[in-house]
């Protein structure tokens, strides 16, 4: 009997041996490309770390930090970043909520329909900001041109450049272009659920109200959390739309960031940026992963 557990104990431990051996090439990968740099973020955020004056680089501690703090134009990004993540992230989910319920329908054309729904979030992102750009614009864009042909306006607006516009239309252009991604998981989630569930509750005489509620949300609410997950983080760290279209009017977090560290060259100040980012965006994703979850289990 002694043989036998010592030699289950053998097992067991080689079993362990085994599982490090074949994780170790996967965890040298997440440090030599995720946590080093991470480290080194942290590291320059501390000092005073400008490339125009390299010779200059010393450890200043939290100096950069309180600097990010009681800078307006942080506290307008993050605003801006914050706005921008809530407003386009739930019209993102509404629509793509209804298109997916639509899609689910059988009807004549369904596989065209489903296949041009992609064709925005197929577009790449700059030139989907190129186009709209040109479509806001005051005087050649056609936006301008209906408002003011059905007499909404009476001459161009500048959506672009004006502060009360500028922020909307990139909403508008980043919900065209992400709610096929939105769609497109929701329609997976949806595929999955059992038809025979719609026909008891048939059965039960419930109405689409009830069966909407009861059965298809609850079901789809795993595929709707991690929907929204990825998209919330990926609209947090907007960047591009403002870049391309606005060039950078409304500042966001990831636009102030760039201006620090590549236009301006201090990498200091630009990592503190950047790990405040990194902590907003983890303590983000950590509450939202347990209150979804929490709320899923009712």
Known sequence: MKKKEKTKGQNRLS?????IILISPALI???????????????????????RFPLKQEFIGFQNYG???????????????????????????A???????????????RGIVRASVLVPWAIPTVISARMWQWMYHDQ???????FIKFGIIKEGIVWLQNPETSMISIIITDVWKTTPFMALMLLAGLQLINKNMYESA???????????????????????????????L????????????????????????YENLIQFL????????????FIFIFIFAFIYMKSLGKKFER
Not at 95 to 109: D, E, N
Not at 267 to 276: C, D, E, Q
């Open 15 to 19: 079993e362990g041996k085994l599982a």
């Open 29 to 51: 990968i997440i440090l030599a490309i995720a946590i080093f740099p991470l480290l080194q973020t942290v590291s320059y955020s501390m000092q005073y770390f400008d490339l």
């Open 67 to 93: 600097r990010m703090l009681h800078n307006r134009v942080f506290w307008d990004a993050t605003w801006n970043t914050v706005f921008f993540t809530v407003v386009s992230v739930s019209l993102e989910f």
């Open 95 to 109: 629509a793509g909520l209804l298109i997916a319920l639509l899609l689910h329908r059988k009807f004549i054309g």
């Open 140 to 146: 050649f864009g056609i936006i301008n041109y209906v």
């Open 202 to 232: 048939n059965i039960d005489g419930a109405n689409s109200i009830q069966k909407f509620f009861h059965i298809t949300i609850p079901i789809l609410k795993p595929t709707i959390m991690v929907a929204l997950i990825f998209r919330t």
């Open 234 to 257: 990926d609209a947090f760290r907007i960047f591009d739309l403002v870049k391309v279209m606005s060039y950078g009017r409304p500042p966001t977090l990831a636009y102030i960031n």
């Open 266 to 277: 201090k990498f200091g100040y630009g990592s503190a940026i950047s790990i405040f980012i």
